[in-house]
């Protein structure tokens, strides 16, 4: 349980919904949704849609949550590395030779999940293209385009953000599975914490609690049919919190134990400290653990130190405060979204989080 009373939280969700309510009065985001939790329930939340909202905005509307997908898709790949199915440190190719094409056969699942493989991107999504479309197996395209990449630099040398190592690591769920990546994320990660608004693609009445992704820079159908395993997921504040107190209560959902508590720890401690390579203009330092964000001790903003979650394209956030006991979820839907609103959002709940004296 929090060490915070209900009330300080709530005067601390005060300051930051102000600013995230005049934002969207200003037109500076499309909507909103804020949800402040601790270990075990909601203590506040809040939604309101902009001008542009075709639906109801409200606590249980799904959202694009873009590169949140991320630690969700890690827990599924971590519960096969404490079932002794995958070591972190070993080579891609003991599971899928074929990935060792252009040299690539030293890149292991550590690398892919604290995105320092140094597989190029850029090249991956240009084979894509080059390959024969087939609207009904865009998964499988897209892991011939992973297969085949290049290297941009020596694994573990450097970071780069990519998502193509997490279309490898669903190739590896597959081999070793004999699932498809998203049947084992559904049984091994989403049914045990009761995720049951979490989706790559929504049915028809979920579409209708549904908030649009606006300015995606892709055609949605097929977005959707991607199934990326990077940022393609759809969700609810409510499932993002479940999740994120799935953590902080050790790796358990009830009576379920989702993740090992060993395995937690591991998952959320700093596993990789460096300058990310593609910020030429303003290079920073980045915490990564297996698949999260880390909040280092040179970060900016006023975030606890030991702080982690992951943001996403769509404006999205997730925020696992393990020493205030505390999850903060923020989300909104517009790809490409100026993210200085929510900062100063999630900057004015901590900057008026203290118990009184």
Request: a neutral charge; aromatic letters at 8%.
């Amino acid at each position: 349980m929090s060490g915070l009373s209900s009330a300080v939280v709530s005067r601390a969700f005060n300051a930051a919904w102000k600013v995230l309510e005049e934002a969207v009065a200003q037109e500076n985001l499309p909507s909103a949704v804020l949800t402040v939790a601790n270990a075990q329930e909601i203590i506040c939340q809040a939604s309101v849609g902009g001008i542009r909202s075709t639906v109801t905005v409200s606590g249980d509307s799904l959202f694009l949550i873009a590169s949140i997908t991320k630690p969700i898709f890690a827990t599924a790949v971590l519960r096969l590395v404490e079932r002794g199915a995958l070591l972190l440190h070993e080579p891609v190719v003991n599971h899928w030779p074929e990935f060792a094409v252009n040299n690539k056969q030293s890149v292991t699942l550590w690398h892919l999940l604290t995105h320092t493989s140094g597989l190029d991107q850029g090249a991956s999504l240009r084979l894509r293209g080059q390959l024969p479309t087939n609207f009904e197996d865009l998964p499988a395209l897209d892991a011939v385009a992973a297969r085949d990449t290049f290297l941009n630099f020596a694994p573990g040398t450097a970071y780069s953000y990519c998502n193509v190592g997490f279309r490898v690591m669903a190739v590896l769920i597959e081999r070793l599975t004999k699932q498809t990546y998203q049947d084992y994320l559904q049984t091994e990660v989403l049914d045990p914490i009761g995720m049951v608004d979490t989706t790559f693609s929504p049915t028809p009445a979920q579409r209708q609690r549904t908030v649009s992704a606006f300015d995606l820079p892709y055609d949605l159908a097929a977005f959707e049919t991607a199934a990326m395993p990077s940022g393609g997921l759809w969700s609810t504040a409510g499932d993002l919190v479940r999740f994120g107190q799935t953590y902080l209560n050790g790796g358990r959902r009830g009576s379920r134990q989702v993740l090992n508590p060993n395995t937690v720890a591991a998952a959320t401690r700093i596993q990789y400290t460096g300058v990310d390579s593609t910020k030429v203009l303003r290079p920073n330092t980045v915490y990564r653990g297996l698949g999260f964000q880390l909040v280092g001790p040179d970060c900016s903003e006023l975030v606890p130190v030991g702080c982690y979650g992951h943001g996403g394209a769509s404006g999205t956030r997730l925020l696992i405060d393990p020493g205030n006991q505390l999850v903060l979820v923020f989300l909104t839907n517009r790809w490409g979204q100026d993210n200085r609103w929510r900062d100063r959002a999630i900057n004015a709940f901590y900057g008026s989080l203290a118990e009184e004296e």
